[in-house]
């Protein structure tokens, strides 16, 4: 390979529907815990959908309150998550010259969109809020981390749909790489469980409508899935080149040894049924990692429950992995967590790194009876123990965006 | 309006907006030097003030406002001639 540098995950943060930190996140996806829940909020009752994964920990609860009321809630859990990954990280001391932040959201500060509307209407002009710009704007939560830890090497919010929180952190490598950066703060963020979002995805008939049974509705694979759940959250990675790292004695989680970006060109919103432009990325990914099919010990899919898009990441891992499929077990996350949207990639980036890390993957729960057309090894109702090695984890998003981040163990 | 009450007033929107304790805020106390409330906080409670007190206070005059004694004093003026 080139003489680029190799680039290492030092740090974790996250707060998901299913813990407010990293810990409680994967010991909860580890125990097959879901994290979707009927909807409580008296706007739900109206609606056909009432189902979401809200996250566990209230972030107005974590942050001060006058910290909490100038950011949106998608700043606010990537601040929350960004914390803990830079203290998890040992809080590296780097010239800010050389810090850079990559955040990425789906939707940005809708909500605070539609409230600010709300308030123009109702109460007039005048009481808009000045700070309604700064928190909708989509690059509010990158620039807020970037604030937090006067990061000055520069400030990126990469925004392609469900697939963000991944293409942030392909992003993120490519600026180590370049030379731009010594440390990245990377990852992705989303809160728009705000009735509008609600129904618009659902007036897409991307959403499940299994309001009575709310902890069965992610049901990636499953015969009987009928959409994603809508769910918010944030994570946050820590990436360092290797000489960085190691000439602090960082501690390393893993390697991010590649990634694959491609598009479709298809369909704004569907995927492309053959899974095409996906198994490019993953190929992109694996090439760029120099790894080969046979390297992998792990897929984390995308698979959102989506009648139409598990099949086809499922032909996307077939055309890109061949026979070496077989051997590889596929977990996917969202089964527990809903679909984070823009945070979904970053989650499971950091959920792949702790995969490759610890040497177990959780379990796809709520697979009752797998669809005929998954010729994949799922794994279900345990973790499972896997083999030394790489992983990937795949991201897919409307507009036709497909990334591949490819992790692997650290040489220690 | 007594001035203390326009500055409790103010006090009470302070703290609301930028979470500094309403005994700081004194009346020789300067708004971005001494508090370190940014100017878009600044618009705020300008806002707020206008709405709490029944008065107007455009930006020209809001420019003048170094103080927080300076904005007591618009906001009892102008009160005062409203």
């Not at chain 1, 809200?54 to 949106?72: E, K, S, W, Y």
């Not at chain 1, 694996?286 to 897929?299: G, I, Q, S, W």
């Not at chain 1, 010729?375 to 897919?396: C, H, M, W, Y």
Request: some cysteine; aromatic content about 4%.
């Amino acid at each position: 390979m080139t003489d680029r540098p190799a680039v290492l995950v030092t740090g974790l943060g996250a707060t998901t529907p299913l813990g407010g930190d990293v810990a409680s996140t994967w010991s909860a996806m580890l125990a097959g815990r879901p994290g979707v829940r009927a909807l409580t909020d008296t706007w739900a009752e109206e609606l056909p959908v009432r189902i979401g994964a809200a996250v566990a920990v209230d972030p107005q609860d974590v942050l001060q309150r006058v910290r909490a009321r100038t950011l949106d809630r998608s700043q606010q859990l990537a601040l929350i998550a960004a914390q803990e990954a830079w203290a998890d990280a040992g809080t590296p001391a780097v010239d800010p010259e050389r810090l850079a932040v990559v955040v990425a959201s789906g939707v940005g500060g809708v909500v605070t969109l539609i409230s600010a509307y709300e308030t123009f209407r109702d109460k007039g002009p005048r009481l808009v809020s000045p700070h309604t710009i700064p928190m909708l704007m989509p690059n509010g939560p990158a620039a807020t981390v970037g604030l937090e830890f006067g990061a000055r090497a520069g400030v990126h919010a990469p925004v392609s749909a469900c697939a963000s929180g991944s293409e942030a952190v392909a992003v993120a490598l490519d600026v180590l790489r370049a030379g731009r950066a010594d440390v990245v703060i990377c990852g992705g963020t989303e809160a728009a469980i705000h009735p509008l979002c609600v129904m618009a995805f659902a007036n897409m008939r991307a959403l499940s409508l299994r309001n009575d049974d709310p902890a069965a509705a992610s049901r990636p694979f499953d015969k009987a899935r009928d959409g994603f759940v809508m769910g918010e959250g944030a994570a946050i990675l820590v990436l360092e080149t290797e000489q960085h790292a190691r000439a602090r004695g960082a501690k390393v989680y893993a390697e991010l040894a590649g990634a694959g970006i491609t598009s479709d060109a298809h369909h704004i919103a569907a995927p492309e049924p053959t899974g095409a432009g996906a198994a490019r990325a993953i190929q992109l990914a694996l090439r760029d990692a120099d790894l080969a099919p046979t390297d992998l010990n792990h897929v984390n899919a995308h698979a959102t429950s989506t009648p139409l898009g598990d099949v086809a990441e499922c032909l996307a891992l077939r055309t890109s992995l061949g026979a070496a499929l077989d051997g590889i077990p596929v977990t996917a996350p969202k089964s527990m967590t809903g679909h984070m949207l823009g945070a979904a990639g970053a989650v499971e980036a950091v959920t792949t790194v702790l995969a490759v890390n610890e040497g177990v993957c959780p379990p796809t729960i709520n697979i009752d009876d797998p669809d005929d057309d998954v010729d994949i090894d799922v794994v279900r109702f345990e973790p499972r123990k896997l083999q030394p090695g790489a992983a990937i984890t795949n991201s897919f998003g409307f507009g036709g965006h497909n990334v591949t981040l490819a992790f692997r163990e650290a040489s220690a | 309006m007594e001035d203390t009450e326009i500055l409790s007033g103010m006090a009470e929107i302070i703290q609301e907006i930028t979470g500094v304790p309403k005994g700081d805020v004194q009346p020789d106390k300067a708004f971005i030097d001494d508090l370190e409330i940014d100017s878009l906080s600044m618009v705020e409670i300008l806002v707020a003030a206008e709405e709490r007190f029944g008065v107007r206070i455009p930006d020209e005059a809001a420019r003048d406002l170094r103080t927080v004694r300076d904005a007591v004093q618009y906001i009892k003026t102008t009160g005062v001639a409203a």
